[in-house]
């Protein structure tokens, strides 16, 4: 049986744990493979590229599949079009396999502790140890409703975009999309065809030029250019930008206010609440038989049972490496590093950080002492400032 799909828990304990096996875990990977580390990365999924093949048919990505490869193979084809998910899911599992990456699939895990200097990582019954974890379980991972949700009258059919999959799953009659980010508008222009739509939210800005080819190669280096370089922590600018924008919906990248009107999707300002089982928007109630939840997502770390959490339940890291707990590091967060860095241009740029970072400090740690100690108020971390 072929490596990377084989599910039997290795015999041998790794020296590195990656949880996670989407493009975070397979850009991380690579570098590990490269570097000899011995690692395994363990996923949820029956299958790599799961994650991206489980959400709605017709989704295609934004970013054009010059912008969509990870470290070390490029993605095939025409390099100005924008791959369907399904593209992008076999993409990465044959990212896996070429690179002969170690992932174990359909291993859940529930549990990372540190015990005896080391962390104790669990699935149901199968444990490993390691002296790294790289959290790498994605960003849209539980899925947002609002608690009124509960009140909508058990007649109509609520769906999170989480699991919207195509207009059959609906009732007959109206639909309201609740939320306008991108997943929002996409989902309700598609819905426009077979249902009367509307849609409640405000985005969050709109790309100013049309999406498609020529905003590929036009505009989107310098789109990159700016999430990557621009809109990160690493310049002033960034750094006070990004807690706002983090906070605030998305653009609309394809489809826009006029797209949406055009196709005949009507704006109903914000939903706050629910009447006789009805929701209400701007104080009116609105008579729809389905409701699709697009209201975001958050990540997940109930399972990590480490002091890795700030006030507000954030990992607290830097650039990946998670400052309270040693040997524990994160990659694909929301705004983490860039205002890119929970999609494929950001995680790509995040990976080979991390990967140099964790190289320093194995090379500091395996490197004796040359001379006498030095002085504490000296002594700096070269892997501290490779930022
Ligand atoms: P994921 O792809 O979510 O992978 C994480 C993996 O970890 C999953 O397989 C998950 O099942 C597994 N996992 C989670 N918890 C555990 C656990 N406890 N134990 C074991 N396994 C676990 N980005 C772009 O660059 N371009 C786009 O066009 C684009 N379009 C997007 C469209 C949508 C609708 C969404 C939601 C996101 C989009 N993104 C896009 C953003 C981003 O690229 C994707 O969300 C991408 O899937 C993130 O990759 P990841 O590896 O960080 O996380």
């Known amino acids: 049986m072929n490596e990377t799909h084989d599910t039997r828990e290795p015999t041998r304990v790794p020296d590195t744990v990656v949880i996670g096996g989407g493009q975070a875990g397979l850009a991380i990977g690579f570098h590990l493979k490269r570097e000899d580390r011995d690692f395994v990365i363990l996923d949820e999924q029956q299958r790599i590229g799961d994650a991206w093949r489980k959400r709605w048919d017709s989704l295609r990505l934004f970013t054009p599949a010059r912008y969509d490869g990870l470290p070390g193979m490029r993605f095939p ?40 200097g080391r962390f104790a990582i669990s699935a149901g019954d199968r444990r490993w140890t390691a002296e790294r974890v790289i959290l790498t379980t994605g960003a849209f991972r539980d899925p947002r409703v609002p608690d009124f949700a509960r009140e909508l009258a058990t007649s109509i059919l609520q769906l999170h975009s989480a699991d919207y999959r195509n207009p059959l799953q609906l009732q007959p009659g109206p639909v309201l999309v609740v939320g306008l980010g991108n997943s929002g508008a996409e989902i309700a222009r598609e819905l426009s065809r077979t249902h009367p739509t509307s849609v409640s939210g405000i985005p969050g800005g709109e790309l100013p030029v049309r999406h498609g080819r020529a905003a590929a190669r036009l505009v989107f280096p310098a789109v990159r250019f700016i999430g990557l370089h621009v809109l990160s922590r690493g310049t002033p600018i960034g750094r006070r930008m990004l807690p706002k924008l983090a906070t605030r919906a998305a653009p609309l990248i394809r489809t826009r206010r006029r797209e949406l009107a055009a196709a005949g999707v009507v704006s109903v300002g914000r939903v706050t609440g629910v009447s006789d089982g009805l929701p209400v928007a701007d104080g009116r109630v609105l008579a729809v038989t389905n409701v699709i939840w697009c209201t975001g997502f958050r990540p997940d ?15 607290r890291q830097w650039r990946g490496v998670v400052t309270s707990v040693p040997g524990l590091y994160v990659l694909g967060l929301d705004a983490m590093y860039s205002i890119n860095s929970e999609s494929l241009p950001g995680t790509v740029r995040d990976a080979a950080y991390l990967a140099r970072h964790i190289a320093a400090e194995r090379h500091l740690s395996a490197t004796p002492p040359r001379t006498a100690p030095v002085p504490a108020s000296s002594r700096h971390s070269t892997a501290a400032h490779t930022a």
């Open 301 to 315: 770390f109930s399972w990590l049972q480490v002091p890795a959490f700030d006030e507000t339940g954030r990992i």
């Open 77 to 116: 084809g025409d390099g100005l079009s924008f791959p369907t998910k399904d593209e992008l899911a076999d993409y990465l599992e044959e990212y896996a396999n070429r690179n002969a990456l170690p992932v174990r699939t359909g291993v859940r895990v529930d549990g990372v502790r540190r015990e005896d």
